[in-house]
């Protein structure tokens, strides 16, 4: 079973920055994909960014030039850097990894982008 321990929401304010990690315990055999995902109050879940095994990447729309996806095998994590945040970024913000047969989501964190 894997778990996923996120870290690095808070509050920040507009034109900020923050560095969201997601820490994957336990075998992750089977993941061929890492990605993030966020969910506003009244609003579905929707895809952040994503990345392949083979490092290939996507974004939403919204986020291209501002946010960028990373990861460190070594370390079992995936990172969210986000930058030039705006109000419309606030959300819960989740992690997920997944694979043909396997999906696993991390607990979530808000994100609140406010002056």
Known sequence: Q?????SGG???QPGGSLRRS???????VGINRMGWYRQAPGKQ????AIMSNLLTTDYADSVKGRFTISRDNAKNT???????????????????????????????TQVTVSS
Not at 22 to 28: L, R, T, Y
Not at 45 to 48: D, G, S
Not at 83 to 98: I, M, R
């Open 10 to 12: 808070g509050l920040v």
């Open 2 to 6: 894997v778990q996923l321990v996120e």
């Open 22 to 28: 997601c820490e994957a315990s336990g075998s992750i």
């Open 78 to 108: 995936v990172y969210l850097q986000m930058n030039s945040l705006k109000p419309e970024d606030t959300a819960v913000y989740y992690c997920n990894l997944a694979g043909r047969y396997v999906n696993y989501w991390g607990q979530g």
């Open 45 to 48: 879940r929707e895809l952040v």
